[in-house]
């Protein structure tokens, strides 16, 4: 309602009152809603403003592409942040928007989204965290954020997401204190160890690796991705040696090595899982025989986690493996169609039709992880393209399944049968990452060390990373390194 007196012409509009002219109400709601969203946007990268508890850095470039994916990120988070007095959380992060799940926050996409919110919002990142360790994730995949309940069935990438959610929370707060806090009974240091060690109880088989279980525990559109998952096994690595180095920290010298010896000997058993020469990766199962799979989720996960352990022939067979059988210009396949289970599904989150939010993301770290930055700023350029409708979905179709946009991005995938694929998801956050740690470069330690190795190749020379918060001090990335800000 608005209290417009017949006026045409009038778009100066406050909402309140009786409307006698509906055209200027719909110019002043639409301005109210642009100036909403604009305080928005100003408070994502203002210092102590009164909407965040943190703030993201701002992005200075030349590069429309780069800026572009970017800014994406940011209103990833921003589209799906809810606050209300129904809800028992009060302000929370949803994932998928506007059809599925509305009220429903999943672990894999929120830990897909774990650095940019460690950055904008530490505070609620933090309690979510604290809310899923007092819940069953063993049980369930997430929460309802009106009532608190757990929702659906156990996702394997659970230990995973609980590790690298706290991982980035602390390395960005420096909020070390918290990990001698008490939730729900129990500190949370020892709740990080239970998830590190966890792959021991899935070792069921007695393989040396954690056995996830079936398709609806992991890719749900995939399935000859089952049981002994490369991916999910070197993720198990990765859990290892960020809570060693934790506890290494804290004096508990012994139980760190340990940890290490482990994450060792399970590497060396995860690269027993390759295919020599196709750049692809076995899953094991229980009788001991194996599929191959030619899938995103390991070429992207087993890179940007033990990454460094790879042989230079077995990093170079998998890019060539992606940039023939998943890259497409402007966004990419989950699944090669080369793969025998093309046929089980067409959802294109996860097969051949297309891919989900992150995936993209997660394999432009791990081009730039495998040496190959100049592949994966080349294909930014086309990434950037897809951005132009809106929010990233939770999935959008290969260009070789369906037609592009008119602008040429790859088209959203529907939330009708059989796509149930919806308009958007929070994960798109994702693409901060490869542009703050791989573009840039930077390397921010878990105890006060912050410094950045700089891959910019063909990107803009000039371009800055200001503001960016880290342990209290805020630095500027540039194409020099880092230095504390002025």
């Not at 890179?303 to 210009?329: H, N, W």
């Not at 699944?335 to 067409?346: K, M, N, Q, Y």
């Not at 409708?389 to 179709?397: L, S």
């Not at 308009?423 to 410094?451: N, T």
Request: net charge negative; hydrophobic share 40%.
């Amino acid at each position: 309602m608005c209290d417009v007196k017949s006026q045409p012409g009038n778009d100066a509009v406050r909402v309140k009152g009786n409307c006698e002219f509906p055209l200027a109400c719909i110019r002043g709601a639409a301005a109210e809603v642009r100036d909403e969203w604009n305080a928005q946007l100003k408070a994502a990268f203002t210092p102590g403003n009164d909407r965040f508890s943190g703030y993201l850095p701002t992005l200075v470039t030349e590069d429309e592409s780069v800026r572009r994916l970017y800014h994406s990120a940011v209103m990833s988070a921003l589209f799906f942040r809810r606050t209300t007095p129904h809800s028992v959380y009060g302000t929370t992060y949803v994932t998928l928007a506007p059809r599925y799940w509305e009220t429903t926050t999943f672990l894999w996409d929120i830990s897909l989204s774990a650095m940019l919110l460690a950055l904008l919002d530490p505070l609620i990142l933090k309690r979510m965290i604290e809310t899923w360790m007092q819940l069953d994730v063993y049980q369930h995949f997430g929460t309802e954020y009106l009532t608190g309940a757990g929702i659906g069935p156990w996702y394997s990438v659970n230990d995973f997401a609980m590790c690298r959610m706290a991982r980035e929370y602390i390395r960005w707060t420096g909020d070390h204190a918290w990990l001698d806090s008490q939730v729900g009974g129990q500190k949370v240091i020892d709740r990080l160890v239970t998830y590190a060690d966890h792959w021991h109880v899935l070792d069921t088989n007695k393989h040396g690796l954690a056995d996830y279980g079936g398709v609806s525990n992991l890719l749900e559109a995939v399935s000859s991705y089952v049981h002994e998952v490369a991916g999910l096994n070197a993720a198990n690595v990765y859990n290892l040696r960020f809570v060693a180095e934790l506890l290494e920290h804290r004096g508990q010298a012994q139980q760190a090595q340990t940890m290490r010896a482990d994450a060792d000997a399970l590497t060396k058993r995860v690269i027993e899982l390759y295919v020599p020469g196709k750049g692809i990766w076995h899953c094991r199962l229980p009788d001991g025989s194996v599929n191959e799979v030619r899938h995103c989720y390991d070429f992207g996960t087993v890179l940007v986690t033990i990454g460094d352990s790879l042989s230079k022939q077995i990093k170079t067979e998998m890019v060539k493996f992606f940039r023939e059988e998943l890259q497409t210009p402007v966004w990419m396949r989950a699944l090669s169609t080369r793969d025998l289970d093309v046929t089980f599904s067409i959802r294109p989150d996860h097969q051949w039709t297309g891919a989900y939010t992150a995936w993209p993301a997660l394999a432009l770290g791990a081009l730039y992880k495998a040496g190959e930055g100049a592949v994966a700023f080349d294909w930014i350029k086309g990434l950037a393209k897809t951005t132009m409708q809106g929010p990233i979905a939770q999935a959008h179709f290969a260009e070789t399944a369906v037609t592009p946009e008119a602008g040429g991005g790859a088209r959203k995938a529907p939330s009708d049968q059989p796509y149930i694929n919806d308009w958007a998801c929070v994960s798109g956050c994702a693409y901060l990452e490869p542009i703050l740690e791989s573009i840039f470069g930077v390397q921010a330690g878990l105890f006060g060390k912050i410094d950045a190795k700089p891959d910019f190749g063909a990107f803009d020379s000039r371009a800055e990373l200001r503001g960016l918060r880290y342990q209290g001090k805020e630095y500027v990335a540039t194409a020099k390194g880092m230095k504390k800000s002025n």
